[in-house]
């Protein structure tokens, strides 16, 4: 039985609005709320080897502060394939062939759709918290996933 590989999906925190700023960089409020939950990431035992993010500013904001509260050591880069709108199978596609444990920095609505098509949940059961982070693991080598825990903001 292959070993069991986890995800771990983050919202981006809050940002500020494009009539501040038009790269939305996260807002005071939302920064103190990451740092917040990648401390309680952190505490659950979140360490990715991995941290992924789309490469939007407030994305890699929220990555860093991950990176830095549960694993310093791990990558971090922008990737493709996290924008809002990409379609959730290409990431799908792309873990099935990760052995390592991920952690995905991006966006609404991909997010959602990412868990729900990971998971199989449909309608209340494919919620995701605004600017929080879903943990899901595999013991399958990527073929199918479940919800282990939550934090929301």
């Avoid at 925190?13 to 009539?19: F, L, N, R």
């Avoid at 038009?22 to 309680?40: F, N, T």
């Avoid at 759709?113 to 982070?133: D, K, M, N, Y």
Wanted: charged content about 20%; hydrophobic content about 45%.
């Amino acid at each position: 039985m292959p070993p069991a590989v986890f995800v771990y999906l983050v919202h981006h925190g809050e940002a500020v609005g494009p009539e501040v700023d038009p790269l939305r960089p996260l807002s005071a409020q939302g920064l103190a709320a990451v740092e917040r939950l990648a401390a309680l990431a952190a505490a659950r035992g979140a360490k990715p080897a991995v941290v992924w993010h789309s490469g939007k500013l407030r994305a890699r904001q929220t990555a860093q502060q991950y990176w830095r509260a549960c694993n310093a050591l791990a990558g971090l880069s922008a990737t493709r394939d996290l924008q809002p709108d990409d379609p959730p199978a290409f990431i799908r596609d792309r873990l099935r062939a990760e052995p390592r444990d991920l952690m995905l920095v991006g966006h609404f609505p991909h997010l959602p759709a990412l868990r729900a098509l990971l998971t199989g949940a449909s309608g209340a059961q494919a919620t995701f918290p605004p600017h929080g982070i879903v943990a899901l693991r595999s013991l399958d080598a990527g073929e199918s996933w479940e919800e282990v825990w939550r934090i929301e903001c």
